[in-house]
């Protein structure tokens, strides 16, 4: 037993060393440098101390913040250029920042799967959801999500949207004159819309799971760069793997809770009900033998929906306030569309797409601070990205904020907040280079609550508009920080004067 320990350990610390010499000389052949690998760390001391530096304080009131988030990718793409590779421990991962390779690597699933399954922490958050399956598996599950946003269902998610605003609102009443913090009150507001539209259940639920949603978050962040060493992480957990497994447990309680509260309605009054837990009940419902989705894999599914539509809506929310707080002009200019198509009335499914100014600004928004700031795929074998030969199994990652500030196509002010870039649409602005605004990629894997979380969006900042001007507050302190999503570290604190 020991023996065969020994001999595992020893055959795994050679392959961490000869492999990446290997993929270093490949990709070498090929014209791609990058950082040089070092024995079973890669270069992630590097990447570590840099993101150490450039966090220790927060920043000028920029939009300049592609150096502080990724300052590795940053320094590593002036040295290098667009394409390099770079060792996040003993695994290569190609970056990538051509518009046009980034398009053959999103519309290509088959040969680029995503990635999550390799990373444990990041597995505890998507479990066996849509978010970490491939293949039919992944099909299956894509249906019944496209389903539950489907613009007739988006329709019928309108009214709870505006109740939760409402609800929000009548808070914001104490805040009048006062300063207030809308990060915190959009993570509350979303937690809510998310808890109604999706899941039929009340606010308590959602804020319980996202509250343990967010420690999970904290731990997969502060792991991402973090290497241990095989043999020892194979006899021992550490203090993040042992708090990791118990959140991951108190979720899955949480959630089943839920759960069983429907399926008593299910069995008693045979009633999915036209919610996203409705629809995986249904599905579950209707499919037989061996791909009857189990109750774990609608935990799984439930809980990806919390994490993912949560945290990214509530960023991208605050930002935009930021922006408006900022830019009086653009947030006199949304309130003067929003009273003209919609006037003091409540917003309506049809007025949304009408909101052309607002559009805009949540465009430009998303430019500047996506709140998902990169992804990732994985080659298999025999992978061709342009006139490469990828080795299989490497990861190709893609920092969207570099492509969202590129001067070649955003000009030589990528970095100031103008909404007119956006007046001739997506296909204007970007020049025809779709692939260079991408807050919710493309390609068959895109988001499939976007069209959800822009109607979110339109309706909170149209009721917004409708009754208050806002100014930033003195005390706003300009720190982006990652932690899953990009978000304010301190909160976006303006002062509120009612209208
Ligand atoms: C501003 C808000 C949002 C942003 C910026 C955003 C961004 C993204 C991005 C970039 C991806 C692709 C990730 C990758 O493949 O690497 C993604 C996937 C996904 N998003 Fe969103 N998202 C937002 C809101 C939502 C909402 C509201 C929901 C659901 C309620 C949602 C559910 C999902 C799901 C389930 C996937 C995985 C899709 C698949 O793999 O087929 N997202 N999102």
Redesign the pocket.
């Given at each position: 037993m020991v023996e065969k320990m020994i001999e595992q350990t020893v055959w795994r610390h050679l392959q961490v060393w000869w492999t990446p010499m290997q993929i270093e000389r490949i990709m070498g052949k090929q014209g791609i440098r990058g950082p040089t690998y070092k024995f079973l760390f890669g270069n992630t001391k590097e990447i570590s101390k840099k993101k150490a530096n450039s966090l220790c304080s927060p920043m000028d009131l920029s939009h300049d913040i592609f150096p502080r988030i990724m300052p590795h990718i940053y320094s590593w793409i002036n040295t290098y250029g667009n394409i390099f590779l770079f060792w996040n421990g003993s695994r290569a991962e190609l970056v990538v920042t051509q518009p046009e390779l980034v398009k053959e690597l999103?519309n290509n699933n088959h040969t680029y799967p995503?990635t999550v399954a390799d990373d444990k922490y990041f597995r505890k958050l998507t479990g066996d959801?849509?978010?970490a399956?491939e293949g039919e598996k992944?099909v299956k599950?894509?249906k019944v999500?496209n389903q539950a946003?489907h613009s007739e269902n988006l329709k019928n998610m309108t009214p709870a949207m505006i109740e939760s605003v409402k609800m929000m609102l009548e808070r914001w009443r104490n805040h009048e004159g006062r300063e207030l913090d809308v990060y915190e009150e959009f993570r509350q507001l979303?937690a809510e819309v998310?808890s109604r539209?999706?899941f039929g259940s009340s606010y308590e639920v959602g804020e319980q799971v996202l509250q343990m949603l967010t420690k999970l978050a904290i731990i997969v962040t502060r792991n991402a760069y973090n290497i241990r060493l095989p043999s020892i992480s194979d006899l021992f957990k550490n203090g993040d793997e042992i708090e990791s497994d118990k959140i991951e447990k108190e979720i899955r309680e949480v959630i089943l809770q839920i759960i069983k509260k429907r399926e008593k309605v299910v069995v008693d009054e045979q009633i999915f009900g036209s919610d996203?837990l409705g629809l995986l009940w249904k599905a579950r419902h209707d499919s037989s033998g061996g791909n009857i989705m189990s109750v774990d894999q609608i935990i799984d599914e439930c809980k990806?929906?919390?994490g993912?539509?949560?945290g990214?809506?509530a960023?991208?929310l605050s930002w935009t306030i930021l922006l408006l707080a900022i830019h009086f002009d653009w947030q006199a200019n949304a309130r003067d569309e929003v009273l003209k198509v919609i006037g003091q009335q409540q917003p309506n499914s049809d007025d949304l797409p009408r909101l052309r100014t607002m559009n805009m600004i949540i465009h430009e928004s998303?430019r500047l601070y996506?709140?998902?700031p990169?992804?990732?795929?994985k080659a298999k074998k025999g992978a061709r990205l342009g006139k490469l030969i990828l080795p299989a199994n490497i990861k190709v990652f893609?920092p969207?904020l570099a492509l969202h500030r590129d001067p070649k196509i955003w000009g030589e002010d990528a970095h100031l907040f103008k909404p007119e870039r956006f007046t001739e649409g997506i296909v204007g602005a970007t020049k025809n280079n779709l692939a260079a605004f991408?807050?919710?990629?493309m390609g068959?894997?895109?988001?499939?609550?976007?069209n959800?979380?822009?109607n979110?969006?339109k309706i909170a900042l149209s009721m917004i508009l409708q009754r208050y001007a806002f100014t930033l507050s003195p005390n706003y302190i300009h720190s982006p920080i990652l932690t899953m999503?990009l978000r304010p570290e301190h909160g976006v604190q303006v002062l509120l004067h009612a209208l």
């Open positions: 999103f995503r959801s849509i978010v399956c992944w599950r894509r999500a946003f979303t998310i539209t999706v996203f990806i929906f919390y993912a539509g949560q990214s809506t960023a991208l998303l996506p709140p998902v990169s992804s990732e795929r893609v969207i991408l807050p919710f990629i068959p894997r895109t988001c499939v609550g976007m959800f979380a822009i979110e969006t999503n």
